[in-house]
C-alpha cells in the first residue's frame, strides 16, 4: 500500500466533504484509502493530534448507543474537534415533538461541522444529508445501515486476514434487523471473489433489498437454514459473523427458545473452524456469544471495537481536512 | 449605532456581574448595548473567540431544552468557558430529593463562573440568585419567564425590522403559560409606541401580573378573542408571534378540537399579512406552524433561532469579562 | 507536615498507578500525604491547572450522582484530563444487557488514563479493576464502599480539628446500607486512639464485616439503640456524621414513622453537643438535616461537600503524574 503521513504528496481526497449514508456510497479504492490512513493511527499517533482544528462535530443520538457513541467523541476529541452532543431523547426538543428537520437546521446554525447521527427511523441519515449543509455520517437509521460500522468490520478482516478478496464469510443470528450486516453485505460487494452465507431462521433471513443488491452486483451468497447444513459451512469461512438472536422478533416464543442454543456460541465452535478463522461481534453481546471464547486468538471483536476508533479519527478527518 | 470591538474605547458596563432574572430589569440602554455586541459576532467572530479565559459555565436544565441549552452550551465554548452540564435529573442528586439550595451551593463550590438554570418551578432563578455569589442566569423558570429568549427575540426583530419603535405585534396561541411571550412584553416596554395584540381563548389570555406590568408602563394591547377580529388585526402587524396550544391545557377536549385550527399558522396567512410582516417561533414547533412557510422570507423563525447564539455570546461576554 | 509543591524534592509516589477501591487499602502515610497535597490546592492554584497532559479521565456511573461526579469531572478538568462520561444506562449498552466487562474494555480500549466507576453491585470496582489494565477508582458500589468519600470526610475532620488522633465521632442513621459509614470506618482504623458511636436502630446498626475488620485493628466503637443514651454520648463527640433514614428500608412503615423524628438533626443539637464540636453529612440531604444548621460554625457539611474536589485533585494527580 501506498505509504500516507505528514511527508506524503498529498491527502487522499474521495471522503472530502461527502456524507456518509450508506457502504453502498463507497468504493474499493475509498475503502483501501480509509484503511491506509487508520492504519496510521497507530504507526504515527501523533499524526491526527489536534489536526483539525476550529471544528465542531454535533453527536445527535436518538436512540442508545455507548460504543459508536464514544469512539466518534473520542476521535473527534483526538483530532482537536469541539464535540457538541444531543442524547437523551427525554430531556431534549425531540421530546416535546420536533421534527428531525428543526433539530438538523438548529445544529447546523449553531456552527457544527458535521453531524453524527444515530435514529431509530429508516433513511432518517438521507433526510438529515438533504437538509443539512455540513456532512452528515449516519451512525445508525433503523435496521438498514451502519456504514461506519460495516468500515470497522472491513477493516477489522483487511488486517488480520491480510485482505478482503476472496473471503468466505457466514453471519449467523437476527439478520433480517441488523443493520451491521446490511451494511458490511453491501461494502463486501466492492471486493473479488466474496462468498457469503446467511444463517438464520427464515424469519430473520437477509433482506431482500439486500439480495437484489448482492444479485446486481454478482456477488455469491447462499441463505442457510438447515443448522446442519451450518455447521458444514462453517468448516471453510474465514470469518463467523455473529449478532443476537432477539426473544421479541418471534411471534411464538416457543419458536425463540426451540432456535435459541442452535445461535449462541461457545467455545465448542472452535473445533469446527478452521485454526485461522474468526469470530466478529458488533458489540454489545448479551449472551449470544461465550466469554470463555475472549481470550482465544479466534476472537476478533474485541480488536474489531477497539479498531472503530483508528477507522472513526481516519475518516472524520478526510472528511473534514 | 456606535461601534464595539477590539479598536473600541471600553465596553459597556451595564450587565457587567449581574443576574439575569427577569426581562423587566433591562432598560433600552442594555438592550441596544447587547444587539451591538451580538453584531459583532458576525461582523467580526476572530473577536470573541477564547475571550474569556478561566471561566466555567454550569449549565443546570431541569427540564427538557435543546435549542436553549445548545446555544448557551456552544457560546460558552466559543468564548473559551468549561462547560459542565446538570441536565439529566434521573440520574442527579435531584433525583434524591436534593434542595435547589443545595445544588446551587455545590455548583459554586466547584468554581462556576456563572450558573445557567432551567427549572420547572416559578421563581426558581430568582431562588438560585439570592443564593448563589456568581451571576445566574434565568433559562426558563416555570411558565414566567425567559429572558434570554426575549433577547434574542427582540434581537431579530430589531435586525429584520431596522428597529423596535413603533412595533405593532401580535401573539397567537398558548399566551397564559408561556414564559416567552411573558418576557418578550415585558422587554418591548422599554421601547416606544409599542402595540400588542395577545389572540387566544379566554382560558389561555395572558397573565394579569403582564397586564398590570404594561398598565403601569403605559404599552397599549388588546387581548383577542374573536378570529375575525383577528384576521382583521393580522392584516397591519408587523410579527405576528406564534405559540402552541396544547391540548392538555383544556379541561374539555373538544374545546380543544375546535379552537385548533384557527390557531394553526400555513400559507393562507400570507395572503392575509403585509408582505414585509414577519412570523416567529420560539421552537421548537410541532404542528401550530406548517413546514411549507418555511422557504417565505416572512418566515423569520430560522434566523430567531440562529441569532441565539449571537446573543448569548455577547451577554455571557458582558456579563463575565 | 512536610512542605510539598514545585520546589518539593520528589511526589509521593504511594498513589501512583494504583486502584483505590476499598478504604482499608490506605496507610496512615498514604491519607496524610494526600492531605498536603490538596491543602496545596488551595496554597498554591496554580499548581495543579493542567498538570496531567494527554490523560483521559473516563467517567462511568451506572447509578445516580451530582456531586461525586460533579467533582471527579472537574478535578479531571482542572488537571488537563480530557472527560469522556457513561451516565445515564437508558441511553447506553448497559440498556442492552452489555457487561461491566465487555463496557470496561471498550472504555480502555478508546484510550482512557483512569475508569472512575459507580455501579449499584457490590464489588462492581474491584472485578472492573482486575478486568481493566488503567487504574480504577470506586466512586460506591452498591453500599459497600466509597473509599474517596472516606479521603475527603477525614480530610476534612483533619482541617477542621487539627488532627485525626483521638477522635470520637458517632454515626446516625442509617449504618447498614451506607457505604459512606463503611469507608470511614475502615479509613478511621489507620489512626490513634479512635472511639467510633453507631448510633441506629437495629436493622439498621453497622455491618458485621465493619465490625470484625474494627475488632482485628483494635478499634473502639459501640453499637448504640437507646436514644437517651445516645444523647449523652453526643455531649462529648468531636464529629456527628449524619446519614438519612429511609422509609424503604423498614418492613413495617410504622416502625419508621416512631423513629423518624429521633433521627432528624435541627439546632436543638447545638444546646447538647460540644461548642467546637462539628456536624458532617456525605449529601444530598433530604430532611434529615435542618438548614437552619447551615449558617452556624458547627456546620461543617459545606466545606466537606466543597473540599472534595481539592481531594480529588490530589489523588487523581498523585495516581496518574
Given at each position: 500500500m501506498e505509504k500516507v503521513g505528514s511527508t506524503s504528496p498529498g491527502w487522499y481526497d474521495g471522503f472530502r466533504g461527502r456524507d456518509v449514508i450508506s457502504a453502498r456510497d463507497f468504493s474499493r479504492e475509498d475503502y483501501e484509502a480509509l484503511f491506509r490512513y487508520a492504519d496510521l493511527y497507530e504507526e504515527d499517533p501523533g499524526f491526527y493530534r489536534g489536526l483539525l482544528k476550529d471544528c465542531i462535530a454535533a453527536l445527535v443520538f436518538v436512540e442508545p448507543s455507548t460504543r459508536t457513541f464514544h469512539s466518534f467523541e473520542t476521535a473527534a476529541r483526538i483530532l482537536g474537534c469541539g464535540v457538541t452532543a444531543i442524547r437523551d431523547p427525554s430531556m431534549s426538543s425531540i421530546a416535546k415533538g420536533e421534527s428531525l428537520h428543526d433539530t438538523i437546521k438548529m445544529i447546523e446554525s449553531y456552527g457544527a461541522s458535521i453531524i453524527i447521527l444515530r435514529h431509530p427511523a429508516r433513511g432518517a441519515a438521507l433526510y438529515a444529508a438533504e437538509i443539512s449543509r455540513v456532512p452528515v455520517i449516519n451512525a445508525g437509521d433503523g435496521s438498514r445501515e451502519h456504514p461506519t460500522q460495516a468500515m470497522l468490520d472491513l477493516y477489522t478482516i483487511a488486517r488480520k486476514r491480510g485482505g478482503i478478496d476472496g473471503l468466505r464469510i457466514a453471519f449467523l443470528g437476527d439478520l433480517r434487523f441488523s443493520r451491521t450486516v446490511s451494511s458490511l453485505s453491501y461494502a463486501l460487494s466492492s471486493f473479488k471473489d466474496i462468498e457469503i452465507f446467511y444463517i438464520a431462521p427464515p424469519i430473520l433471513q437477509i433482506r431482500r433489498e439486500v439480495k437484489i443488491y448482492l444479485d446486481d452486483r454478482g456477488v455469491?451468497?447462499?441463505?442457510?437454514?438447515?443448522?446442519?447444513?451450518?455447521?458444514?459451512?462453517?468448516?471453510?469461512?474465514?470469518?463467523?459473523y455473529v449478532t443476537r438472536l432477539?426473544?421479541?422478533?418471534?411471534?411464538?416464543?416457543?419458536?425463540?427458545?426451540?432456535l435459541k442454543g442452535a445461535y449462541t456460541v461457545g467455545p465448542e465452535i472452535l473445533s469446527i473452524m478452521r485454526s485461522d478463522a474468526g469470530i466478529m461481534h458488533p458489540l454489545p453481546r448479551v449472551d449470544e456469544l461465550s466469554p470463555e471464547l475472549d481470550s482465544k486468538p479466534n476472537a476478533w471483536y474485541f480488536d474489531q471495537a477497539r479498531w472503530g476508533l483508528n477507522v472513526r479519527v481516519a475518516l472524520l478527518s478526510l472528511i473534514l481536512r
Amino acid at each position: 500500500m501506498e505509504k500516507v503521513g505528514s511527508t506524503s504528496p498529498g491527502w487522499y481526497d474521495g471522503f472530502r466533504g461527502r456524507d456518509v449514508i450508506s457502504a453502498r456510497d463507497f468504493s474499493r479504492e475509498d475503502y483501501e484509502a480509509l484503511f491506509r490512513y487508520a492504519d496510521l493511527y497507530e504507526e504515527d499517533p501523533g499524526f491526527y493530534r489536534g489536526l483539525l482544528k476550529d471544528c465542531i462535530a454535533a453527536l445527535v443520538f436518538v436512540e442508545p448507543s455507548t460504543r459508536t457513541f464514544h469512539s466518534f467523541e473520542t476521535a473527534a476529541r483526538i483530532l482537536g474537534c469541539g464535540v457538541t452532543a444531543i442524547r437523551d431523547p427525554s430531556m431534549s426538543s425531540i421530546a416535546k415533538g420536533e421534527s428531525l428537520h428543526d433539530t438538523i437546521k438548529m445544529i447546523e446554525s449553531y456552527g457544527a461541522s458535521i453531524i453524527i447521527l444515530r435514529h431509530p427511523a429508516r433513511g432518517a441519515a438521507l433526510y438529515a444529508a438533504e437538509i443539512s449543509r455540513v456532512p452528515v455520517i449516519n451512525a445508525g437509521d433503523g435496521s438498514r445501515e451502519h456504514p461506519t460500522q460495516a468500515m470497522l468490520d472491513l477493516y477489522t478482516i483487511a488486517r488480520k486476514r491480510g485482505g478482503i478478496d476472496g473471503l468466505r464469510i457466514a453471519f449467523l443470528g437476527d439478520l433480517r434487523f441488523s443493520r451491521t450486516v446490511s451494511s458490511l453485505s453491501y461494502a463486501l460487494s466492492s471486493f473479488k471473489d466474496i462468498e457469503i452465507f446467511y444463517i438464520a431462521p427464515p424469519i430473520l433471513q437477509i433482506r431482500r433489498e439486500v439480495k437484489i443488491y448482492l444479485d446486481d452486483r454478482g456477488v455469491e451468497y447462499k441463505e442457510i437454514i438447515d443448522m446442519d447444513k451450518a455447521r458444514e459451512i462453517l468448516r471453510s469461512v474465514d470469518v463467523l459473523y455473529v449478532t443476537r438472536l432477539q426473544k421479541e422478533r418471534f411471534p411464538d416464543p416457543s419458536e425463540y427458545e426451540k432456535l435459541k442454543g442452535a445461535y449462541t456460541v461457545g467455545p465448542e465452535i472452535l473445533s469446527i473452524m478452521r485454526s485461522d478463522a474468526g469470530i466478529m461481534h458488533p458489540l454489545p453481546r448479551v449472551d449470544e456469544l461465550s466469554p470463555e471464547l475472549d481470550s482465544k486468538p479466534n476472537a476478533w471483536y474485541f480488536d474489531q471495537a477497539r479498531w472503530g476508533l483508528n477507522v472513526r479519527v481516519a475518516l472524520l478527518s478526510l472528511i473534514l481536512r
